[in-house]
């Protein structure tokens, strides 16, 4: 029997709620994050054998919540507790304002093979709508340096009909 081994990771803080959101996230502080990436370590720990995570994983997603906003280190740390290779599919949720290229390169360096950007939409008077932190032109910058930078797996995340 084909076994697949896919792991999700919630990491529920972002900069600002945006007006939309209906996910689990919570404005970050050095605190709470530090505290939810202490207990997510114990946890993956505890439940190592009862989802398999000891097993070479096919797939890695850190979602969010805004992901990017985790420093690499403490991104690492949590990789760490996986097990993976060349194959596995690893990504990241990115919010254009949270990362720069040297950020980007770092988590090429780690890893992380697919990045997942919330663009949202390309328009100003939608972006202010919608209460996101970033504005068209720094999403298109992210896009760009990623791909600069070797990202050959990249989503956008885009918003249709908005009323
Ligand atoms: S970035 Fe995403 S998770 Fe965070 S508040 Fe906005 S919609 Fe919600």
């Given at each position: ?124 008077k939608?972006l202010q709508l ?34």
């Amino acid at each position: 029997m084909l076994r697949v081994y896919n792991t999700y990771i919630h990491i529920p803080f972002c900069e600002k709620k945006c007006n939309y959101c209906d996910f689990t996230s919570f404005k970050i502080s050095e605190d709470s994050s530090k505290k939810y990436i202490n207990y997510l370590l114990k946890e993956i720990e505890l439940y190592k054998k009862k989802y398999d995570l000891g097993q070479i994983q096919d797939s890695i997603y850190f979602g969010g919540g805004t992901p990017s906003l985790l420093s690499v280190e403490d991104l690492k740390k949590i990789l760490d507790k996986f097990y993976y290779d060349e194959k596995t599919e690893i990504t990241i949720e990115v919010n254009p304002k949270t990362v720069d290229k040297n950020k980007l390169k770092a988590y090429k360096e780690l890893g992380i093979n697919r990045l997942s950007i919330g663009v949202q939409s390309f328009n100003e008077k939608f972006l202010q709508l919608l209460g996101r932190i970033h504005n068209s032109k720094e999403a298109i910058k992210v896009y760009e340096e990623a791909r600069e930078v070797g990202f050959k797996n990249i989503s956008l995340d885009l918003m249709f009909s908005l009323p």
